[in-house]
Nanobody, 127 residues
Framework: QVQLVESGGGLVQAGGSLRLSCAASGRTFSSYAMGWFRQAPGKEREFVAAINRGGGLTYYVDSVKGRFTISRDNTKNTVYLQMNSLKPEDTAVYYC????????????????????WGKGTLVTVSS
């Protein structure tokens, strides 16, 4: 069992930055590929970014490429999402998720099938 707890959300002006963190319980964090997803008001949840188990491979949805960076620290059981140049359309609840068997490159297609999910943290970007 893995528990995921997100933090770092808040209210920021357009053009600003936030860093989200996702702390995982358990001793096997490095065995999981990790992903960040988001759900805007009235919209379906969507993939944002993923990172492989070792942290050397990352994947992003086109709308955040060049602005967001996913990283992980396996010694701290934590995955991060650095968000720069934020836009009002980035407003959403952001969730982290973990998957034991899926490759990070395939996480974008795993909306309904990730093994574990956090409860989310709200990011609001004002214009």
């Amino acid at each position: 069992q893995v528990q995921l707890v997100e933090s770092g959300g808040g209210l920021v002006q357009a053009g600003g930055s936030l860093r989200l963190s996702c702390a995982a319980s358990g001793r096997t964090f490095s065995s999981y590929a990790m992903g960040w997803f988001r759900q805007a008001p009235g919209k379906e949840r969507e993939f944002v970014a993923a990172i492989n188990r070792g942290g050397g491979l990352t994947y992003y949805v086109d709308s955040v490429k060049g602005r967001f960076t996913i990283s992980r620290d396996n010694t701290k059981n934590t995955v991060y999402l650095q968000m720069n140049s934020l836009k009002p359309e980035d407003t959403a609840v952001y969730y982290c998720a973990a998957d034991l068997l899926t490759a990070a490159r395939d996480i974008s297609g795993r909306l309904g099938g990730m093994d574990y999910w956090g409860k989310g943290t709200l990011v609001t970007v004002s214009s």
